[in-house]
């Protein structure tokens, strides 16, 4: 049975406190619809680019954009990297709901994706077969030999029932880093592992109530120094060797730093993006009628107003946009109160 071994020290502890403040703080902010949209739209892009690129894509975030946008039919295999990367991100937003931590068709959905067209049919969305070895990025020699393909469905069991267990007593943050860092050991598939890996650790992160997680790309972190994070999450040696002495406990506070890295990325990119309101007069008498008899209608407004009929529906669809009203009721009965912010 899988039984990880890591330490809640002082550092650990205290990365922990801190994703939870910031969570906390980026979870009370509004912001409007439009901004959010916009920088989910790059966080795809992003964590796209900076997954790939670890495992050696040459192509710049940049174009990585641009591939994004047109999706073009005729392609590289460096380019189907970068739309089969993207289109797992969206299939995993689409099943973030509450349920089991992860399961072996989800992993095995995932990977087939990852490696859609860029590998044999017959390695896409299984366990590996065969042996394979890691290679040292740098040196390209042998620098790890995971388990023999046979023990991989039994370590992948105990792994996914660890999860199971731990789900609601151990904090997701942990649950996240642990399995990201085991997934490498064991190596389960031929290919698209590093890639697997970090996708399903976005679905486990998700956990931790961040309402703004599609803006999140902790992907981009390791991106930054790739030879550190290869470093910090792989193990050295004969997986039969060094098994029994993993401790995750170092992993676990870099992973950590990570996050806390991308989440003050990710506030400052927000903050910077709120720019004070600025009202019409018109506007503000408005919203200064809502403040005094809690709503308005159109007709309470031609009373107030000597702008023109037309003009007036267009003062309210404009506040509408503005996230500042709402639109209650239809037709005759249609009136308008503040937002609740």
């Given amino acids: 049975m899988f039984e990880p071994r890591y330490q809640l020290n002082t550092n650990l502890l205290d ?6 403040n910031l969570i906390s703080e980026l979870n009370t902010q509004k ?12 966080s795809y892009a992003i964590s796209t680019h900076a997954s790939t690129s670890i495992e050696g894509n040459p192509i710049p975030l940049t174009d990585v954009r641009k591939i994004l946008k047109s999706a073009p039919s005729h392609i590289r295999d ?6 089969n990367y993207n289109r797992a991100l969206h299939r995993l937003n689409n099943v973030l709901k509450k349920g089991p931590a992860v399961s072996k068709k989800i992993i095995c959905d995932i990977q087939a994706m990852v490696v859609d067209g860029l590998i044999d049919k017959k390695n896409q969305g299984k366990y590996r077969q065969a042996q394979v070895v890691v290679n040292n990025p740098k040196t390209r020699q042998i620098a790890f030999i995971p388990s023999n393909a046979k023990d991989v469905p039994r370590l992948m069991d105990e792994l996914i029932a660890y999860l199971e267990k731990e789900f609601d007593s151990t904090d997701p943050l942990i649950l996240a880093g642990i399995f990201h860092k085991q997934f490498v050991v064991i190596h389960p598939f031929m290919d698209g592992n590093g890639r697997t ?6 679905y486990l992160l998700a956990r ?13 972190y390791y991106n930054q120094n790739v030879s550190k994070y290869f470093a910090k999450v792989g193990v050295l040696g004969d997986y039969y060797e060094m098994s029994s002495r993993i401790d995750f406990t170092d992993w676990l506070i870099y992973f950590t730093d990570g996050i806390i890295d991308e989440l003050l990325r990710v506030q ?12 019409a ?16 209608a159109k007709n309470e407004y031609s009373k107030i107003t000597k702008r023109a009929h037309s003009t007036q529906i267009l003062d309210f669809k404009r506040l509408v946009d503005k996230g500042v009203i709402i639109k209650q009721g239809k037709a005759k009965a249609t009136f308008y109160t503040l937002v609740n912010k």
């Fill in 31 to 42: 912001f409007s619809d439009l901004v959010l949209a916009k920088f989910e739209k790059d």
């Fill in 281 to 296: 007069e018109h506007e503000k008498i408005i919203i200064e009628y809502i403040k005094k008899h809690g709503s308005i």
């Fill in 78 to 83: 460096t380019e189907k990297e970068i739309l």
């Fill in 208 to 220: 931790m109530g961040l309402d703004t997680f599609q803006l999140f790309s902790f992907e981009n």
């Fill in 15 to 20: 990365n922990i406190v801190r994703i939870k």
């Fill in 197 to 202: 890996t970090r996708l399903i650790t976005k």
């Fill in 268 to 279: 400052k990119l927000l903050n910077a993006s709120i720019v004070p309101m600025r009202l």
